[in-house]
């Protein structure tokens, strides 16, 4: 980088023929300019310019290296040029695993207007509840909800969720309703993992609860569904059961609980990304954090 600098300022000198002129145009140093070109003729070996009080004069050799340098230099400025262009409006096939339901939920508006934005990429996501290996299979990025399973990727976070509990009528008048999380592992509880345990808090105060139930489901939607019909308690956010709870199919549980938030990450397996990848990540953490938002603990 440093030689197609020096070439650059050898190629700026010769068309003007004028070490001060260069110097205006380029905004360094006469004296700056003068030792870099000095340094470029002792790294080359020969000598490319005979300088005078008057005037500068090309040697051969100068005039040689000038034929040569001013393409080089040229097609160096389109490259940063094309670049610059692929960063302002990137394009390609951008690749994506996501979480069903949080991308159903609070992902789909903001990727429609990401590729309103964005019209040279396309798209293809895997909605799949899988862990995708982001070293073996061709994504972009990944995105996940809680901690990441393996610290040799790179995580960027670009939300933080929370959620509250939610039962049927019907359930609690059967099942009673809980008055403290420690009453919840009497109940019939909604986890995505058996023998799970959902962590509450209450301002400062933490609970540690053990839940299990008849059900593990590892989908937002279908909980939400069988908690409806009195199947159990659930912990959703609030925006996953707003109709719900509008039309009395739910109701919340322990309301001055709510689960401890957790961090929505974009995890990636290296920190030089293409442009098509950045601008994907900061335009759902700049939508993502302007919203107030809630996602399940479980997710």
């Not at 004069?57 to 400025?77: D, N, Q």
């Not at 959902?198 to 593990?216: A, D, H, I, M, Y």
């Not at 590892?218 to 909980?223: F, H, Q, R, T």
């Amino acid at each position: 980088m440093e030689l197609l600098n020096d070439m650059a300022l050898f190629v700026e000198v010769v068309k003007v023929m004028s070490f001060r002129r260069a110097a205006e145009i380029t905004g360094i140093p006469n004296s700056t300019i003068s030792r870099r070109i000095s340094g470029l003729e002792k790294a080359i070996g020969l000598r490319l310019m005979h300088r005078t009080t008057r005037k500068l004069e090309l040697t051969e050799a100068g005039h040689l290296y000038y034929e040569r340098c001013k393409h080089i230099v040229e097609e160096a400025r389109l490259a940063h040029e094309q670049l610059g262009n692929m960063l302002a409006q990137p394009a390609g096939v951008l690749r994506v695993s996501m979480p069903v339901d949080f991308a159903a939920m609070y992902l789909a508006e903001h990727i429609a207007d990401f590729a309103r934005a964005y019209p040279g990429i396309s798209f293809e996501f895997d909605l799949t509840p899988r862990r995708v290996d982001l070293f073996t299979e061709p994504f972009d990025v990944a995105i996940r909800i809680g901690e990441s399973e393996n610290s040799s990727l790179i995580a960027r976070a670009i939300a933080s969720f929370s959620a509250e509990l939610y039962a049927a009528p019907g359930y609690l008048s059967e099942a009673g309703e809980p008055k403290h999380p420690q009453d919840l592992t009497a109940h019939q509880c909604f986890h995505m993992q058996r023998d799970g345990e959902w962590t509450l808090q209450n301002g400062k105060e933490k609970r540690k609860v053990p839940v299990g139930g008849r059900f593990t489901v590892n989908s937002i939607g279908m909980m939400r569904r069988l908690g409806g019909l009195g199947l159990g308690i659930i912990l959703m956010p609030p925006k996953a059961v707003e109709e719900d709870v509008a039309s009395g199919r739910l109701q919340r549980v322990l309301p001055n609980w709510k689960g401890v938030p957790l961090t929505a990450y974009a995890m990636t397996e290296t920190r030089l990304l293409p442009a098509k990848t950045q601008r994907f990540i900061e335009f759902l953490r700049d939508r993502l954090s302007a919203t107030t938002t809630q996602a399940t603990a479980g997710m």
